[in-house]
């Protein structure tokens, strides 16, 4: 048996290490470290550029304009006030208001019935109720509800709308539509008239208004929110006969539309209720019969 002999090789010599290029610039910087992290300058910013800006001035309002703008702000805040005997505050205005009244000892306030809302227990209340043939045809608008001795009243109208408060000085008579009488003070007197029959068709107030007069406070209620309108001497406003609340002066039934007098009576249109000044009147926003018609037809609809 033959013997090979095993030849043993050298091992692969080992690669020299590899060679990294340094530039000289990082040289300089690796060299100008000294512990400390290089800095280096921001780069160039673009130009800053100054831009003027010029306010446009406002222009001038004359007299007339100014007079127009206030009568157009509509202040949503709360109405407070006193009189002989007592104070008050309306709050949560335009739809949703509600007259809160502070009464004295002997202070009587004269309410519509089925207003109240709330009251203190040291308040006295009274119940007022008349026959005749008033009574008859005008219904419960002829009771009253009186209320008496110190405490806290809470009052509002059995609709959506807003409460506003009329001073009377003592030589005022003002027109009230039934629904919009709230509640008056003590020496306020209320009188139920009629207005004749053209005015009952067509003015939206039926036959029979309140006439209110005397000195004291009176609050009066609106279906949606409240307008008041103030005329100079010999000023005219026009007012659909469906809107009107509150005023202190006659007015006129005017067509202001063509249509026979049956189209008229029966779409309420082409007649309005026509003022000359000086005086005031109080508008609401909200037709109560044009309400009536619209659920009346939605119901009639859905069925």
Request: with cysteine.
């Amino acid at each position: 048996m033959s013997h090979q002999t095993q030849q043993f090789f050298p091992p692969p010599p080992s690669q020299p290490p590899s060679q990294t290029h340094v530039s000289s610039t990082a040289a300089n910087a690796n060299s100008q470290y000294n512990g400390q992290p290089p800095t280096y300058s921001a780069p160039p910013g673009k130009p800053s550029v100054n831009v003027t800006v010029t306010e446009k001035a406002e222009p001038e309002i004359d007299e007339q304009q100014q007079m127009v703008l206030d009568n157009l702000v509509v202040s949503h805040s709360d109405d407070t006030g006193t009189f002989n005997g007592g104070a008050y505050r309306i709050s949560h205005r335009d739809t949703n208001s509600l007259l809160t009244v502070q009464l004295a000892v002997g202070c009587p306030l004269h309410v519509k019935p089925g207003s109240m809302i709330g009251m203190t227990p040291t308040i006295t209340l009274k119940g007022e109720m008349k026959f005749g043939l008033k009574k008859l045809v005008a219904g419960s608008h002829m009771n009253m509800s009186h209320f008496t001795d110190p405490g806290e009243l809470l009052l509002a109208p059995p609709s959506l709308g807003d409460i506003t408060s009329i001073k009377l000085p003592g030589n005022e008579t003002w027109s009230v539509g039934k629904d919009a009488f709230l509640a008056c003070t003590d020496r306020v007197t209320r009188e139920l008239k009629s207005q004749g029959m053209s005015k009952m068709m067509f003015s939206g107030e039926g036959l029979f208004t309140f006439r209110i007069s005397g000195t004291g406070l009176l609050w009066i209620s609106s279906f949606g929110a409240i307008i008041r309108k103030d005329l100079n001497v010999g000023e005219k406003y026009m007012a659909d006969n469906g809107h009107l609340v509150a005023w202190n002066m006659d007015y006129n039934m005017e067509r202001v539309a063509s249509g026979g007098i049956m189209s008229n009576f029966a779409a309420a249109e082409g007649l309005v209720c026509k003022f000359t000044g000086p005086g005031t009147i109080y508008m609401q926003t909200r037709n109560p019969a044009a309400m009536a018609t619209m659920i009346t037809g939605a119901a009639v609809k859905g069925m």
